[in-house]
């Protein structure tokens, strides 16, 4: 691969979508861009599903200055990236320049998931705009979709394939989040309501924890949704209406709760970047996306929709 040496300005984001086709030209493109950091000391995160995340440490060798992390378990939510594991490694590494390979979109995303992926892409340009790093998204162009490749030219203002390293000319971050904001489909299987308010918050975790018990989840799996759901409905008494509809059904894979109400996240990046330490809010959502293994939302002005996932046991 020639052609492909990555940007270093330092003061200046820069996200790159890289494209290969094997694992030559794989290792072609991540090695260097690994060994080009580290020999400007900048501290280098790669966070790949783990055959690719094998591949690339096995070429590279030992590295003290590198994170390595298994993505299908860090990025198991996409909307856990940005902030658990992208912030947090910049804030790590405050103060200094950090270099970071995240390959959050490979063939096994299902198509429920793919719109929060795509979502992820757009808006770590607005998160990070600021930050003095430099990120390189890998995408498999035998594997993935069509589609996929084409979102991933809006996503990455910078592009980086055998032909070289070069602009976007079709990067629009912002579209892509909007086309993806999508209403979330009805659901094929039974659901269970119950409408709340202020004075009735104390069954959603009761109603919750009985669906949760109902498929089987573990004590830790119980208290997450339980947090998660508790926390998306104090929402929507305080800021969505002062009341709210939950849902839960059970799919072939998850437990499925969903929030809905008369509020609206106007902020694209509302639980995606983790608030300072000496703020008062903002945290509601950010957790949310800790504790479950996939958030979907749908927002406007008319209400907003949030659907977690919590995978059932086998």
């Known amino acids: 691969m020639t052609g492909t040496r990555h940007a270093e300005a330092v003061g200046a984001f820069v996200h790159e979508g890289f494209f290969y086709r094997d694992p030559d030209t794989l290792l072609a493109g991540t090695v260097p861009f690994i060994t080009d950091g580290l020999a400007a000391g900048e501290p280098v995160l790669v966070a790949m599903p ?66 929060a992926c795509a979502q992820h892409e757009a808006l770590i340009n607005l998160a990070f705009a600021d930050r003095d790093a430099t990120i390189l998204c890998p995408y498999d162009t035998v594997a993935l979709d069509a589609d996929v490749l084409a979102d991933a030219y809006a996503t990455h203002p910078v592009l980086v394939d055998d032909a070289g390293r070069r602009p976007s000319a079709r990067y629009a971050p912002a579209e892509v989040v909007a086309r993806y904001n999508e209403p979330l489909s009805s659901p094929a299987e039974p659901v269970s309501a119950l409408a709340y308010q202020l004075d009735t918050l104390p069954a959603v975790r009761r109603f919750v924890a009985g669906h949760g018990a109902a498929v089987g989840l573990d004590a830790d799996q119980l208290a997450d949704l339980q947090i998660a759901v508790t926390e998306l ?50 945290r509601g959502l950010v957790i949310v996306q800790a504790l479950c293994d996939l958030v979907r939302v749908h927002t406007t002005a008319a209400g907003t929709t949030v659907r977690m996932y919590v995978r059932c046991p086998a």
């Open 233 to 282: 409905a104090t929402n929507s008494v305080a800021h969505g209406g002062g009341a709210g509809v939950l849902r839960v059904w059970r799919t072939v894979e998850h437990l499925v709760c969903e929030i809905h109400d008369d509020g609206w996240l106007a902020d694209p990046l509302a639980g995606r970047l983790t608030p300072a330490a000496h703020g008062t809010g903002g």
């Open 50 to 115: 783990v055959a690719n995340l094998r591949r690339v440490r096995a070429a590279v060798g030992p590295a003290d200055a590198v994170q390595w992390a298994d993505m299908t378990q860090a990025g198991r939510n996409p909307g856990r990236i940005i902030p658990w594991v992208l912030q947090a490694f910049m804030d790590q590494h405050a103060g200094r320049r950090v270099r970071i390979i995240g390959e959050p979109i490979w063939a096994g995303r299902s198509d429920t998931e793919y719109p």
